[in-house]
């Protein structure tokens, strides 16, 4: 190493020295158990400088393995597990190679990081797992449950700008155990740093730290620049250094500049004095078996430089050095055989890459997969093709992508109908009428379910037909058509035990269970349980959630929020624990409504921001969101709320459903009630109202009369769930302590404030709290005209308006986030969930137009808006 390049390294490393001692504490701690340091900061502010130092300053005493995430187009399945296997070179490489499952995978991992005592204390260090891929996520969440009393220490790094509220790597973090977790966040360097660095350059401080931000590599790039006191772009600063190099090694450094994350010795292993001349250019560095760019930022700017057409032929070569090597991911070769527009190499190993993702329980990556090849499935014989796009379609369905697994399923049934299949074609239409449900087209999706019937009733009655029954029996019961569902599920059942269904025969039950829970069957709920610990056991993930989040959801619809609460969690976790998108998304509009209902507001906006912010925006996925988010909206006085609640509205009646419809009609009736207009207030509760009372449903006949009756109607005197009957006969009290019990705080308000005047100011103190503005004043003009005196007032308006648009709290978590407290720290400090927090850090990055949380306190400076948070 030069002088110049140990000056470099040096420079990096500047203001690091108490995280090196903190990593060096922790691992001295895990002799005592397992350890996990959480590396967290921006692209370039020296993670992966960081870690290396931390590896070589331990030395002998520890046995570091290494393992990272790639960017490729779609993730390497368990990418650091396979690095760590070559690493190890024991069990856990045979059954990788093997393709064993994940739990023989993972044990096999713990096993070989246990050996001898006399061996060196393991280090674990995965990088980049902002780029992770699900399998990866559930790796670590596993070996974090399960290293308490192992002598290990994991060192992981992300990126946090690249991690916004709804990416999946924030649930896994969260689930480490606090005990044994150290969350590490690197800041910027400080002006003074960077300002005594430029001096020594000759650089002019003040521009090199606006330029970098106080960012390490762009930092160390701008200074070590030769010839141009300000380079325009790091893309600059590389390209200038690759023109510095021989010919054969500026071909190397662009051959590389395509490779994600590393080249291995497979690529440039046959050529060592070019790799050390671009080393010592410090264009590359060591890594692993082979090289990198000093930054991946740095690669990829060197890649985009590139023509397309250079780059599209370093892609095939590449391409064709990897296919030559044994147990190479092929997710590796999708992404290189994309790039190069090679689409018989794309058809190839989209489907093995696929299948093994598929395996894995990685289902957003195996779709991914799977939807490079499908594009070139017309290739395939009629036979082939058909497979291909019914195993994309079940991928996708799993991974919440519902319009995508929908087009793919109506491919592959032309292809089975002209075979000439007609087991096939009904199993396809009855999966259309599923996904066809999830995209919110009720129509498509009865209309399928009675083909699938027709078609399979011509054959012997086999698998198909028994879940053709039961996908019927699930429809009756989605649209409160409890003994249809009731019938069809006992008639799929029948079957299904006939011939030894198993699968069916639990598909059928839960469909039966939910109907008899949501008719007032209350132990239903317990063959619900009962259900899912089948399902679970059976290997049948689907069916186990669903079981779990028709349970949630059926207590939601009979208003036992103080029973929906947990039930919901369990959902929520066991849907995200096997990584099925569309049920996470639905179960966080749920968690939604079930937080605005019980007076978590900012717990609720989050949830809804975390479900509409997913790729999949239309569809019974998004209804219970888009009404939390709606019904928060219009009670703050949000002119957005009308919008929300409009769109809601458009999914709701896509779908036709009461437990859909029946809700956002309340809702809108209470909306309109609130702007004052009391006849369309009415006409929104009638609406619903008619389809609840076709249902014969108690809460929803009970809700919508007392909206009706808030509109200035009679209703339905005598109808419905009882607490609701109880406010429209103005039992106030026994309302909101009906509403108590049931765990519906929210609603509670809504009692109180009809109440005398000490319980109308209670309903005033919480809306005030809830910052529902709009209700309370409202609920104060209402109060003033039934004569009451000393109405109290609401929250005084600031004197001078905050000019970065913050509300109070999300000042103090400004301030907070200045004091470089972490987001888990800030929530302890201000007794909020750390999901609370994460919306408002989200909330204060966008208001205050920045993309992370150094570039906020630095605004925050700028605008004078830090300050002390009250105590």
């Known amino acids: ?20 001692d903190l990593l060096g504490d922790l691992l001295r701690e895990s002799a005592g158990g397992g350890r996990v340091a959480v590396v967290a900061g921006e692209a370039g502010i020296g993670k992966s400088v960081l870690v290396t130092e931390f590896a070589r300053r331990c030395g002998p005493a520890a046995w570091v393995l290494w393992g990272g995430c790639d960017r490729l187009i779609t993730p390497r399945a368990l990418g650091p597990l396979h690095d760590i296997g070559r690493q190890t070179r024991g069990v856990l490489a045979k059954r990788l190679n093997a393709g064993a499952a994940q739990e023989e995978l993972f044990t096999a991992f713990l096993d070989e990081i246990s050996g001898p005592p006399q061996r060196p204390r393991p280090v674990v260090v995965v990088e980049d797992v902002h780029w992770a891929d699900e399998a990866t996520l559930d790796w670590l969440i596993w070996s974090g449950r399960r290293i308490g009393r192992m002598p290990v220490l994991f060192v992981v790094t992300y990126r946090d700008d690249e991690v916004g509220a709804e990416h999946p790597l924030r649930g896994a973090l969260a689930t480490l155990p606090g005990a044994i977790t150290r969350r590490v966040s690197l800041s910027p360097l400080s002006r003074e740093c960077v300002a005594d660095q430029a001096y020594r350059t000759g650089r002019d401080p003040e521009l090199v730290y606006r330029l970098s931000g106080g960012n390490p590599l762009l930092v160390t790039e701008l200074l070590k620049a030769e010839g141009r006191a300000v380079p325009a772009t790091v893309q600059d600063l590389v390209l200038d250094r690759l023109r510095l190099l021989p010919r054969p090694a500026r071909e190397l450094a662009h051959l590389v500049s395509v490779i994600p994350t590393r080249a291995d010795a497979a690529v440039v ?61 092929p997710g590796r070769l999708v992404h290189h055989a994309t790039q190069a527009g090679d689409e018989a190499a794309v058809l190839r190993y989209g489907q093995v890459a696929g299948a093994g993702a598929a395996r894995q329980g990685a289902h957003r990556e195996a779709t991914a997969h799977y939807r490079s090849a499908a594009v070139y499935a017309d290739r395939l014989p009629a036979q082939q093709q058909a497979e291909l796009l019914e195993a994309y379609a079940f991928q996708a369905y799993l991974a919440g992508l519902a319009e995508e697994g929908l087009q793919a399923r109506w ?11 007609p087991e096939q074609v009904g199993e396809n239409l009855r999966w259309i009428s599923r996904l066809a449900w999830w995209a919110g087209n009720a129509g498509q999706a009865w209309e399928a379910a009675v083909r699938a019937i027709t078609v399979l009733e011509t054959e012997l009655p086999g698998r198909q037909l028994a879940m053709a029954y039961s996908n019927r029996s699930q429809l009756h019961m989605l ?68 079981a779990l989040v028709n349970l949630a959801t059926s207590l939601v619809q009979l208003a036992e929020y103080e029973a929906a609460a947990p039930a919901v969690e369990h959902a929520l976790a066991y849907a995200t624990q096997q990584d099925l ?45 888009l009404l939390a988010r709606g019904r928060i909206q219009a009670a703050r006085g949000e002119r957005e709320a009308r919008v929300t609640l409009d769109e ?70 005598g109808a419905g769930a009882r607490p609701y009957q109880m406010m429209i ?7 909101a302590a009906e509403w108590a019990r049931r765990g519906a705080a929210y609603m509670r308000v809504e009692a109180l404030a009809g109440g005398d005047q000490g319980a109308a100011a209670e309903a005033l103190r919480v809306l005030d709290e ?73 909330a204060v990055l966008d208001k205050l137009g920045v993309a992370n949380r150094g570039q906020a306190v630095a605004a925050a400076h700028r605008l004078n808006l830090v300050r002390k948070p009250a105590k």
């Open 770 to 842: 809830l910052g529902a503005t709009r209700v309370a004043e409202r609920l104060r003009a209402e109060l003033r005209r039934r004569g009451f005196t000393q109405v109290p007032r609401g929250p005084r308006r600031t004197t001078a308006a905050n000019p970065g648009g913050l509300t109070l709290r999300q000042a103090e978590v400004l301030a907070l986030l200045a004091e470089g407290l972490s987001n888990a720290e800030i929530a302890g400090h201000l007794s909020l969930s750390v999901k609370t927090v994460d919306h408002h850090v989200s």
């Open 648 to 717: 809601a509205a458009r999914q709701a009646e896509r779908t036709g459903e009461v437990q859909r419809v029946c809700p956002v009609a309340a809702a809108r009736s209470e909306y309109f009630l609130l702007y004052g207009d009391a006849r369309r207030a009415a006409e929104e509760a009638r609406h619903g109202l008619d389809l609840a009372v076709r249902a014969n449903h108690s809460v929803y006949i009970g809700e919508l009369a007392y909206r009706l009756w808030r509109a200035g109607d009679a209703g339905l005197p």
């Open 729 to 735: 006969d103005e039992d106030w009290a026994g309302a």
């Open 479 to 546: 649209a409160g058509e409890q003994e249809a569902a009731v019938s069809w599920g006992e008639r799929a059942r029948t079957l299904a035990v006939r011939l030894g269904d198993v699968e069916t025969s639990v598909h059928a039950e839960i469909n039966v269970s939910t109907a008899r829970l949501t008719g007032g069957d209350e132990t239903a709920s317990t063959a619900l349980r009962e259900v899912h610990e089948r399902a679970s056991t059976l290997g049948l993930a689907d069916h186990a959630a669903r």
């Open 411 to 421: 491919a592959a049934l032309a292809a089975r109908e002209n075979l000439r299949q």
């Open 269 to 329: 292993g046959g050529v060592p004095d070019l790799v050390d001349m671009c080393v010592d250019a410090g264009v590359f560095v060591p890594s692993g078996d082979g090289v990198s760019y000093r930054h991946e930022l740095l690669r990829s700017a060197v890649e985009d430089a590139l023509p397309p057409a250079r780059r599209a032929a370093l892609h095939r070569r590449v391409l064709g050095v990897l296919t030559g090597v044994p147990g190479v991911d």
């Open 581 to 625: 998108d569309g049920y996470v998304q639905y179960l966080l509009g749920v968690r939604a409504g079930v937080r605005l209902v019980r007076c978590d507001w900012a717990g609720a906006l989050a949830d809804a921001d975390a479900a509409l912010d997913r790729p999949v925006r239309a569809g019974v996925a998004v209804v219970p969101a």
């Open 1 to 20: 190493m030069s002088d110049d390049d140990f000056t470099i390294v040096r420079m990096e490393l500047w203001e690091r020295s108490g995280t090196l």
